[in-house]
C-alpha cells in the first residue's frame, strides 16, 4: 500500500527565515511526485512534478527535490504571501493515481 | 481561459436529499476526479474517470454516485447513504499519468 507522510504538520517562520517541508513516501516504482499550493477555502494549485532521484525544479523562492524516498520544499527567505498548505503527492508506476499527504501548513509572518 | 468550475460554491443539504455538485473543464483532460477534504486529512479519492462513459470507484465512495455523459463533464451526486457528507469537494482532471488540476471546491454543510 502506496504511504506518504509530510513533516512537519504546521511551520511557522519570520519573513526572510528559510526552511524546508519533508515529504517521506513508500510507493511501488515511482512514475511521479506532485508538489501543490493550497490556500485556505480554495482548490490545490499545481507547483511541480519531479520523475527521478536527484531532479530538482525551482519556481520563484521554491526548490522541490527527490531522492528515492524523500522529497523536499525548499523556501527560500519566505514572504507572507508564501503561507499556504503545501501537498505532495506520489504517484506509483501501477497507477496514475497520486496519494496525497495530509499536508505541511505553513505560516510566515511579516 | 482553460480551467475547471465547480458549482455551487456552498451547498446545503437537509437529512435524507441527495444532492448533485456539478464539475465541467475545458481542459481538453482525458481523466477526471472527485476528492473528498477534511480538517486535518489528506485528499480522499471518491470516484474517477478516464473515459466517456466509464467510471471507477475510488476509495470512499460509498453513499456516492457520478456519471460521465461527456468529456467536458463528471457530475457527483451525494446520496441520502452518505451519513457524514459534510466536507469540502474538489474536482480534478489531467491527462491520465500527468499532474491534476483542480476546481475551486464546494462546500457542502448538512442541516
Known amino acids: 500500500e502506496d504511504q506518504v507522510t509530510q513533516s512537519p504538520e504546521a511551520l511557522r517562520l519570520q519573513e526572510g527565515e528559510s526552511s524546508s517541508l519533508n515529504c517521506s513516501y513508500t510507493?511501488?516504482?515511482?512514475?511521479?511526485l506532485f508538489w501543490y499550493r493550497q490556500d485556505p477555502g480554495k482548490g490545490p494549485e499545481f507547483l511541480f512534478t519531479?520523475?527521478?532521484a536527484g531532479e530538482e525544479k525551482e519556481k520563484e523562492r521554491l526548490k522541490a527535490t527527490l531522492t528515492k524516498k524523500e522529497s523536499f520544499l525548499h523556501i527560500t527567505a519566505p514572504k507572507p504571501e508564501d503561507s499556504a498548505t503545501y501537498l505532495c503527492?506520489?504517484?506509483?508506476?501501477?497507477?496514475?493515481?497520486?496519494?496525497f499527504g495530509r499536508g505541511t501548513s505553513l505560516i510566515v509572518h511579516p | 481561459d482553460g480551467g475547471i468550475t465547480q458549482s455551487p460554491k456552498y451547498l446545503f443539504r437537509k437529512e435524507g436529499q441527495n444532492v448533485t455538485l456539478s464539475c465541467e473543464q475545458n481542459?481538453?483532460?482525458?481523466?477526471m476526479y472527485w476528492y473528498r477534504q477534511d480538517p486535518g486529512q489528506g485528499l480522499r479519492l471518491i470516484y474517477y474517470?478516464?473515459?466517456?462513459?466509464?467510471?471507477q470507484k475510488g476509495d470512499i465512495a460509498e453513499g456516492y454516485s457520478v456519471s460521465r455523459e461527456k468529456k467536458e463533464s463528471f457530475p457527483l451526486t451525494v446520496t441520502s447513504a452518505q451519513k457524514n457528507p459534510t466536507a469540502f469537494y474538489l474536482c480534478?482532471?489531467?491527462?491520465?499519468?500527468?499532474?491534476?488540476?483542480f476546481g475551486p471546491g464546494t462546500r457542502l454543510t448538512v442541516l
Open positions: 480534478a482532471s489531467s491527462n491520465n499519468y500527468n499532474e491534476q488540476f
Open positions: 510507493v511501488s516504482g515511482l512514475r511521479g
Open positions: 519531479l520523475y527521478s
Open positions: 503527492a506520489p504517484t506509483s508506476g501501477g497507477s496514475y493515481i497520486p496519494t
Open positions: 481542459l481538453n483532460h482525458d481523466a
Open positions: 474517470s478516464q473515459i466517456v462513459n466509464d467510471f
